[in-house]
C-alpha cells in the first residue's frame, strides 16, 4: 500500500495560506529548531473518502491542492476574500481535474485527456483568456473555448501561470500564451496599448529556424521559458536581469522566443523560471542558473546584480564533488590514481528536479532531499536564520569586506535581512522522501512521504561543495599530509583547463572548447570539478557525462561541457579564436610544466609554501589572483 503523502510547509503563514495544517517545531540540528507546518490526511477536508493529494500549487497569497479524484480545494485568498482554513472550488464540467496552475490572483485547472481547460479569479490583464468582454474577477471555473482541441488541433498537454500571464501546451508541441504582454512574456510583439492579450494566441518562434516541438513550460514573473524535446531551452519576454539569457537587455522585453544558446551543447531536461531568474538542469543532474542574483538565487556564493550567462551550481555537482574526495583519499594514501571504472561514485545521488519561485530556489535529489537557496527572510526555505553577528552585508556592485572569502553563503542586504547564496539542504526533512516543491516568495510546500530508513546505498547524505570543504578544514586540523595530498581549488580550476588542452582537438580534428571572459586561478565558480584534476575524472568515464551531452558523437566533449560550460557555446567563434592564439598554447605549456614541478599543490592556507621554479630554484606560490594566457 503505497502511504499517504504528507506535506510540510515553511514560511509565513499570511492570509491564512497554510490552510488547517498544524504548526509544528522540526529539528534542524542538535542546537537549534525550526518552525514549520505540518498537513496530514487526518487534517485535510478529503480524509476519509479514499482520496490523497497529488498536487499542490502556490501564488503569493493562495495555496491551491488537487486531489486523486480530481477535486480542487484553497486555502488563502485570490482576491482579497479569505478562504480558511480550506474551501473546495467546483468545476461544472463532467470531467476530471488532472492538473493546476496559480497565477497570482487567478487560478488554471486541466481536464482529464486535456479536453478544457477552466480558470477563475481575477481577469483585468486578461490572464483568465476568457476574451475581452470578461468581468474583472470571476468566483467560478469557467472554460477558455479557444484551448478547446478542435480549435487549437490537438489536446492541452501541459498549462503554466506567472503573475499576469498564463501558457498552454498543446500535445502537438505548439504553445499558446494570454494575459499581460508588456514585457512581451507572451511571446509576440504588442499590436495595442494597453498590451494584454485576452483570448489564447499562438507562440511563434522565430521565422529563421524550425519550429521546434515544445516539451514543458515554466512561467516567471515576467518572462517565460519552453523546453522542446530535444533539450533545447527558449527564452522570452523581461530581460531587465538577463533572465532570458545572453540575448541583451533590451529594453521591453524580448520576441519572439529566442534559444539559449549557452545551453546548446547539453541536454536540458527539466526549466523553472523565478520572478527574475531561470533555471535548468541537465540529464547528468548539473544546475545552470542565470538572470538576477541580488539575493542568492544562482547558488554560486556571489550576490550579483544580473548575470546574462548560465552559471553551473558547483555546490549540487555531486559527483564531481564524490569524485574528488576519492581522489584525495587515494593521495593520502599514497595510492596512483584510478584508472578503472567508477567507485563509490556509481551511488551518488543527484538532482532530479528544479523550481523557482519569487528570488528562491529548489532542486531536489534522487536520494528524497531537498536543497535551497535565495531570499530567506521570513525563513521561508526551511534554514534556521543566523544570528546577525555571522552574516556578512553583501549588496551587489560593491567590493568584498576586507579579508572576505571570494563565496559566501549567508548574508543580508539593505532590504533583505537573510541570503543564501549557496545552495543548503533542508536537514530537518531528512526522515522524508521529498517528491516535489513548490512556493510563492513567502512560503513554500514540500510533498513527499515518510521515509522508514535510509537503504544503505544512500545511507550517507551526499554533501554540497561548501559541506565537503568544510569537512576537509576540519579534518586537516587532526592531521598533516604532504602538500601534494590536498588540491587546492583555485589553482586546480586551472589545472582543469590545462588537462582539457589535449581533447580540445577531436579525433575528427574539430575544435570545441570553451571561451570563458578570463582564465583566472580565482574563477572557482565556473567550474564543477570540485578541486580535482580533469584528467583523473575523465578515467572515471562517469555515465553522467554522457547524460548531459547531446549527442552520442558529443560524449567525448562531455568533460569540456563539465568544467567550464557556463559561458559561452562550445562551438562558437570566440572559442576558436581564443584557442588558437599562440598566447593560449603557451599558457597550456605554462600550466603543464608548473603542475608537474607540484606547484599547485599544497592547501589553500599554506600559499607560502616552498616550490620548484622552471629552474629548479625555490618559489613561495602566490595566490594572487592572474591569468596565465597573457603575455
Known amino acids: 500500500m503505497t502511504p499517504a503523502p504528507v506535506l510540510i510547509g515553511f514560511g509565513a503563514n499570511y492570509f491564512q495560506v497554510m490552510g488547517p495544517a498544524k504548526q509544528v517545531s522540526l529539528p534542524h540540528d542538535s542546537e537549534s529548531n525550526i518552525a514549520a507546518y505540518k498537513l496530514e490526511n487526518g487534517d485535510a477536508p478529503w480524509n476519509g473518502q479514499n482520496d490523497s493529494l497529488i498536487q499542490v500549487a502556490s501564488s503569493v497569497s493562495a495555496t491551491m491542492f488537487l486531489t486523486s479524484s480530481g477535486k480542487i480545494y484553497m486555502s488563502g485568498t485570490l482576491h482579497g476574500r479569505v478562504e480558511s482554513p480550506m474551501t473546495r472550488t467546483i468545476i461544472p464540467l463532467p470531467l476530471k481535474c488532472v492538473e493546476i496552475a496559480c497565477g497570482r490572483h487567478f487560478g488554471l485547472a486541466r481536464m482529464e485527456g486535456g479536453l478544457a481547460v477552466c480558470s477563475w479569479g481575477a481577469g483585468h490583464f486578461g490572464q483568465l483568456g476568457l476574451g475581452p468582454e470578461s468581468a474583472p474577477f470571476i468566483h467560478s471555473p469557467a472554460v477558455i473555448q479557444p484551448l478547446l482541441p478542435h480549435v487549437v488541433g490537438s489536446p492541452i498537454k501541459n498549462i503554466c501561470a506567472g503573475y499576469w500571464h498564463a501558457m498552454a501546451l498543446t500535445e502537438a508541441g505548439e504553445i499558446f500564451s494570454w494575459g499581460c504582454n508588456r514585457n512581451l512574456q507572451c511571446g509576440m510583439k504588442p499590436v495595442k496599448d494597453p498590451p494584454t492579450i485576452t483570448s489564447p494566441q499562438i507562440v511563434r518562434f522565430d521565422h529563421q529556424v524550425e519550429q521546434p516541438k515544445i516539451a514543458k513550460l515554466a512561467a516567471g514573473r515576467s518572462h517565460s521559458v519552453a523546453l522542446d524535446e530535444n533539450g533545447a531551452v527558449y527564452c522570452w519576454g523581461s530581460c531587465n536581469y538577463g533572465q532570458c539569457g545572453p540575448v541583451g537587455r533590451r529594453r521591453g522585453g524580448i520576441a519572439p522566443p529566442k534559444q539559449v544558446e549557452a545551453l546548446s551543447q547539453v541536454q536540458i531536461v527539466n526549466i523553472a523560471a523565478g520572478d527574475s531568474h531561470t533555471l535548468a538542469l541537465t540529464g547528468g543532474g548539473r544546475v545552470f542558473g542565470w538572470g538576477g542574483g541580488f539575493e542568492g538565487q544562482l547558488g554560486i556564493g556571489s550576490i550579483i546584480q544580473l548575470n546574462p550567462k548560465p552559471k553551473l551550481v558547483s555546490d549540487l555537482d555531486f559527483m564531481a564533488i564524490e569524485a574528488n574526495r576519492e581522489f584525495i583519499e587515494e593521495q593520502k594514501n599514497s595510492q596512483k590514481l584510478q584508472t578503472g571504472g567508477v567507485q563509490r561514485s556509481a551511488g551518488v545521488p543527484k538532482v532530479v528536479s528544479v523550481y523557482a519561485s519569487g528570488n528562491c530556489s529548489f532542486a531536489t535529489s534522487s536520494a528524497g532531499d531537498v536543497y535551497v537557496w535565495g531570499c530567506n527572510d521570513v525563513g521561508n526555505l526551511g534554514i534556521p536564520k543566523p544570528d546577525a553577528s555571522e552574516l556578512t552585508y553583501f549588496e551587489p556592485g560593491l567590493p568584498l569586506p576586507p579579508g572576505s572569502a571570494l563565496r559566501h553563503c549567508h548574508t543580508y542586504s539593505f532590504d533583505s535581512s537573510h541570503n543564501i547564496a549557496l545552495p543548503k ?142 559561458s559561452d557555446d562550445l562551438q562558437s567563434p570566440k572559442a576558436k579564436k581564443i584557442f588558437s592564439k599562440t598566447s593560449f598554447k603557451k599558457g597550456v605549456a605554462k600550466f603543464a610544466r608548473r603542475a608537474s614541478l607540484g606547484a599547485f599543490g599544497g592547501n589553500k592556507n599554506t600559499s607560502n609554501t616552498p616550490s620548484l621554479d622552471s629552474s629548479g630554484k625555490k618559489s613561495a606560490s602566490k595566490t594572487k589572483r592572474r591569468s596565465f594566457f597573457g603575455n
Open 425 to 566: 539542504r533542508i536537514d530537518c526533512l531528512k526522515d522524508m522522501n521529498i517528491t516535489s516543491v513548490t512556493a510563492s516568495p513567502t512560503f513554500v510546500w514540500c510533498m513527499g512521504t515518510k521515509r522508514i530508513r535510509r537503504e544503505a546505498a544512500d545511507a550517507t547524505i551526499p554533501m554540497t561543495d561548501e559541506e565537503r570543504q568544510g569537512t576537509d578544514q576540519e579534518e586537516t586540523k587532526s592531521a598533516e599530509y604532504p602538500a601534494v595530498a590536498r588540491v587546492d581549488r583555485k589553482a586546480s580550476s586551472s589545472i582543469a583547463n590545462a588537462a582539457i588542452a589535449p581533447i580540445l582537438n577531436d579525433s575528427k580534428g574539430n575544435e570545441s572548447g570553451t571561451a570563458n571572459e578570463s582564465f583566472d586561478e580565482g574563477s572557482t565558480s565556473k567550474h564543477s570539478m570540485g578541486g580535482i584534476p580533469t584528467a583523473y575524472v575523465s578515467n572515471r568515464n562517469l555515465k553522467v557525462m554522457d547524460d548531459d551531452t547531446m549527442s552520442p558523437g558529443a560524449s567525448a566533449l562531455s568533460l569540456g561541457n563539465m568544467s567550464d560550460r557556463s
